[in-house]
Protein backbone atom coordinates (compact mmCIF):
# COMPACT_ATOMS: atom_id res chain seq x y z
CA UNK A 1 0.00 0.00 0.00
CA UNK A 2 1.77 3.43 -1.06
CA UNK A 3 1.39 6.04 1.96
CA UNK A 4 1.67 9.78 0.77
CA UNK A 5 3.21 12.06 2.90
CA UNK A 6 2.83 15.83 2.79
CA UNK A 7 4.82 18.39 3.86
CA UNK A 8 4.67 21.28 5.61
CA UNK A 9 2.01 20.23 7.91
CA UNK A 10 0.86 23.95 8.13
CA UNK A 11 2.14 26.58 5.74
CA UNK A 12 2.29 30.33 6.92
CA UNK A 13 2.13 32.61 3.51
CA UNK A 14 0.56 36.33 2.88
CA UNK A 15 -1.49 37.13 -0.02
CA UNK A 16 0.84 37.65 -3.16
CA UNK A 17 3.39 34.88 -2.26
CA UNK A 18 4.25 31.68 -3.81
CA UNK A 19 3.75 28.58 -2.11
CA UNK A 20 5.23 24.96 -3.18
CA UNK A 21 3.42 22.17 -1.11
CA UNK A 22 5.62 18.53 -1.21
CA UNK A 23 3.45 15.17 -1.33
CA UNK A 24 6.03 12.44 -0.95
CA UNK A 25 4.88 8.54 -1.97
CA UNK A 26 6.42 5.65 -0.02
CA UNK A 27 7.07 4.32 -3.31
CA UNK A 28 7.40 5.34 -6.79
CA UNK A 29 4.14 5.54 -8.55
CA UNK A 30 2.66 6.17 -11.98
CA UNK A 31 2.45 10.24 -12.03
CA UNK A 32 -0.78 9.10 -14.08
CA UNK A 33 -2.75 8.71 -10.71
CA UNK A 34 -1.74 11.89 -8.59
CA UNK A 35 -4.42 14.22 -7.89
CA UNK A 36 -4.52 16.69 -5.76
CA UNK A 37 -7.58 18.36 -3.71
CA UNK A 38 -8.35 21.83 -2.20
CA UNK A 39 -10.69 21.61 0.83
CA UNK A 40 -12.55 24.81 2.45
CA UNK A 41 -14.17 24.90 6.00
CA UNK A 42 -17.57 23.13 5.71
CA UNK A 43 -17.13 22.62 2.09
CA UNK A 44 -16.30 18.92 0.30
CA UNK A 45 -12.80 19.01 -1.27
CA UNK A 46 -12.40 19.84 -4.68
CA UNK A 47 -10.02 18.65 -7.53
CA UNK A 48 -7.54 20.82 -8.49
CA UNK A 49 -5.17 18.40 -10.47
CA UNK A 50 -4.68 15.40 -11.65
CA UNK A 51 -2.53 13.54 -13.24
CA UNK A 52 0.31 15.02 -11.63
CA UNK A 53 0.04 17.96 -13.50
CA UNK A 54 -3.30 18.65 -15.56
CA UNK A 55 -5.74 21.29 -13.69
CA UNK A 56 -9.31 20.35 -13.40
CA UNK A 57 -11.58 22.12 -15.52
CA UNK A 58 -11.98 26.07 -14.10
CA UNK A 59 -8.79 25.66 -11.86
CA UNK A 60 -6.94 29.36 -12.03
CA UNK A 61 -3.69 28.70 -13.82
CA UNK A 62 -1.84 29.92 -10.71
CA UNK A 63 -2.27 26.67 -9.61
CA UNK A 64 0.21 23.95 -10.99
CA UNK A 65 1.24 20.14 -10.33
CA UNK A 66 4.47 18.57 -10.81
CA UNK A 67 6.72 16.07 -10.12
CA UNK A 68 7.25 12.25 -10.91
CA UNK A 69 8.12 9.09 -9.01
CA UNK A 70 8.04 9.78 -5.42
CA UNK A 71 8.09 13.70 -5.12
CA UNK A 72 5.53 15.66 -6.28
CA UNK A 73 4.58 19.40 -5.83
CA UNK A 74 1.84 21.65 -5.80
CA UNK A 75 2.59 25.35 -6.82
CA UNK A 76 0.28 28.34 -6.07
CA UNK A 77 2.02 31.00 -7.79
CA UNK A 78 0.85 34.11 -6.30
CA UNK A 79 -1.54 33.24 -3.16
CA UNK A 80 -5.07 34.81 -3.23
CA UNK A 81 -7.17 35.21 -0.53
CA UNK A 82 -9.27 32.46 -1.59
CA UNK A 83 -6.74 30.21 -1.87
CA UNK A 84 -6.26 29.85 2.12
CA UNK A 85 -7.67 26.24 2.77
CA UNK A 86 -6.75 22.61 3.35
CA UNK A 87 -4.82 20.69 0.51
CA UNK A 88 -4.68 16.98 -0.27
CA UNK A 89 -3.03 14.58 -2.42
CA UNK A 90 -4.30 11.46 -3.64
CA UNK A 91 -3.35 8.39 -5.19
CA UNK A 92 -4.85 5.70 -7.36
CA UNK A 93 -3.60 2.41 -7.71
CA UNK A 94 -5.60 -0.18 -10.03
CA UNK A 95 -6.09 -2.61 -7.59
CA UNK A 96 -8.12 -0.33 -6.86
CA UNK A 97 -7.00 1.49 -3.71
CA UNK A 98 -7.07 5.18 -3.60
CA UNK A 99 -4.39 7.08 -0.78
CA UNK A 100 -4.94 10.29 0.60
CA UNK A 101 -2.05 12.49 2.02
CA UNK A 102 -2.85 13.96 6.15
CA UNK A 103 -3.02 17.65 4.20
CA UNK A 104 -1.49 20.54 3.88
CA UNK A 105 -3.38 23.61 5.86
CA UNK A 106 -1.85 27.34 4.00
CA UNK A 107 -2.64 29.80 6.83
CA UNK A 108 -2.67 33.49 6.05
CA UNK A 109 0.79 34.94 7.76
CA UNK B 1 -23.56 21.32 -13.78
CA UNK B 2 -22.56 18.07 -12.46
CA UNK B 3 -24.79 17.60 -8.92
CA UNK B 4 -23.92 14.63 -6.39
CA UNK B 5 -26.85 15.47 -3.21
CA UNK B 6 -26.15 12.82 -0.42
CA UNK B 7 -28.96 11.75 2.28
CA UNK B 8 -29.66 9.30 4.72
CA UNK B 9 -27.09 10.38 7.60
CA UNK B 10 -28.06 9.99 10.42
CA UNK B 11 -27.69 8.99 14.29
CA UNK B 12 -26.93 5.31 14.68
CA UNK B 13 -25.85 2.84 17.27
CA UNK B 14 -22.51 0.79 17.59
CA UNK B 15 -23.79 -2.41 15.59
CA UNK B 16 -26.71 -0.23 13.82
CA UNK B 17 -26.94 0.20 10.59
CA UNK B 18 -27.77 2.69 7.94
CA UNK B 19 -28.24 3.44 4.06
CA UNK B 20 -26.69 6.21 2.44
CA UNK B 21 -27.68 7.55 -0.80
CA UNK B 22 -26.48 9.86 -3.60
CA UNK B 23 -28.43 11.23 -6.41
CA UNK B 24 -26.70 12.46 -9.48
CA UNK B 25 -27.83 14.62 -12.24
CA UNK B 26 -26.85 16.63 -15.16
CA UNK B 27 -24.24 13.82 -16.72
CA UNK B 28 -24.44 10.43 -17.75
CA UNK B 29 -24.65 8.18 -14.65
CA UNK B 30 -23.89 4.83 -15.98
CA UNK B 31 -20.68 6.12 -17.92
CA UNK B 32 -18.80 6.63 -14.54
CA UNK B 33 -17.41 5.21 -11.74
CA UNK B 34 -18.46 5.85 -8.59
CA UNK B 35 -16.77 6.18 -4.94
CA UNK B 36 -17.66 6.81 -1.34
CA UNK B 37 -14.61 9.32 0.47
CA UNK B 38 -15.49 9.97 4.35
CA UNK B 39 -13.65 12.50 6.73
CA UNK B 40 -13.76 12.14 10.55
CA UNK B 41 -14.23 15.11 12.31
CA UNK B 42 -10.89 17.49 11.98
CA UNK B 43 -8.99 14.35 10.36
CA UNK B 44 -8.16 13.68 6.60
CA UNK B 45 -9.78 12.14 3.68
CA UNK B 46 -10.28 8.27 3.52
CA UNK B 47 -11.42 6.33 0.48
CA UNK B 48 -14.31 4.07 1.79
CA UNK B 49 -15.76 2.26 -1.31
CA UNK B 50 -16.00 2.39 -5.17
CA UNK B 51 -17.86 0.80 -7.90
CA UNK B 52 -17.63 0.60 -11.61
CA UNK B 53 -20.36 2.05 -14.37
CA UNK B 54 -22.69 -0.96 -14.37
CA UNK B 55 -22.42 -1.56 -11.09
CA UNK B 56 -20.81 -5.01 -11.57
CA UNK B 57 -17.53 -4.55 -10.04
CA UNK B 58 -17.02 -3.17 -6.45
CA UNK B 59 -14.05 -2.28 -3.90
CA UNK B 60 -13.82 -1.82 -0.67
CA UNK B 61 -11.11 -0.43 1.64
CA UNK B 62 -9.91 -2.87 4.76
CA UNK B 63 -11.53 -1.11 7.45
CA UNK B 64 -14.79 -1.41 6.26
CA UNK B 65 -14.56 -4.74 3.68
CA UNK B 66 -17.37 -6.94 5.27
CA UNK B 67 -19.15 -4.66 6.79
CA UNK B 68 -20.43 -2.21 3.96
CA UNK B 69 -22.00 -2.57 0.65
CA UNK B 70 -22.11 -0.24 -2.24
CA UNK B 71 -24.49 -0.14 -5.06
CA UNK B 72 -25.94 1.82 -7.78
CA UNK B 73 -28.82 1.89 -9.48
CA UNK B 74 -28.74 3.47 -12.79
CA UNK B 75 -32.50 3.96 -13.62
CA UNK B 76 -32.55 6.29 -11.10
CA UNK B 77 -28.88 7.78 -10.95
CA UNK B 78 -28.24 7.17 -7.47
CA UNK B 79 -25.44 5.44 -6.06
CA UNK B 80 -25.96 4.09 -2.74
CA UNK B 81 -24.11 2.83 0.30
CA UNK B 82 -25.07 -0.13 3.06
CA UNK B 83 -23.35 -0.06 6.18
CA UNK B 84 -24.11 -2.58 8.72
CA UNK B 85 -22.34 -2.97 12.25
CA UNK B 86 -21.27 0.36 12.57
CA UNK B 87 -18.21 1.66 14.79
CA UNK B 88 -17.67 4.41 16.85
CA UNK B 89 -14.71 5.12 14.68
CA UNK B 90 -17.27 5.09 11.00
CA UNK B 91 -18.43 8.09 12.38
CA UNK B 92 -17.54 10.92 10.05
CA UNK B 93 -19.13 13.19 6.92
CA UNK B 94 -19.51 10.57 4.30
CA UNK B 95 -18.69 12.09 0.41
CA UNK B 96 -19.96 10.49 -2.78
CA UNK B 97 -17.87 11.41 -5.67
CA UNK B 98 -17.66 10.76 -9.39
CA UNK B 99 -14.86 9.42 -10.60
CA UNK B 100 -12.96 5.72 -11.02
CA UNK B 101 -9.19 7.26 -10.22
CA UNK B 102 -9.46 11.35 -9.49
CA UNK B 103 -12.59 12.12 -8.49
CA UNK B 104 -13.57 14.99 -10.57
CA UNK B 105 -17.17 15.88 -8.73
CA UNK B 106 -17.93 15.58 -5.29
CA UNK B 107 -21.11 16.37 -3.02
CA UNK B 108 -21.80 18.25 -0.05
CA UNK B 109 -21.23 15.10 2.08
CA UNK B 110 -23.96 13.38 5.35
CA UNK B 111 -22.99 13.07 8.61
CA UNK B 112 -23.24 9.63 10.17
CA UNK B 113 -22.80 9.97 13.93
CA UNK B 114 -22.25 6.34 15.32
CA UNK B 115 -22.83 6.90 19.25
CA UNK B 116 -24.39 4.97 22.53
Redesign the interface.
Known amino acids: EVVLTQSPGTLSLSPGERATLSCRASQSVSS??L?W?QQKPG?????LI??ASSR??GIPDRFSGSGSGTDFTLTISRLEPEDFAVY?C?H?ST?????????TKLEIK | EVQLVESGGALAQPGGSLRLSCAASSFTFQNFAMGWVRQAPGKGLEWVSSVNGAGGRTHYADSVKGRFTVSRDNSKNTLYLQMNNLRTDDTAIYYCARGGGEFDYWGRGTLVVVSS
Open positions: TYAYQAPRLYGATFQYSPMYTFGQG
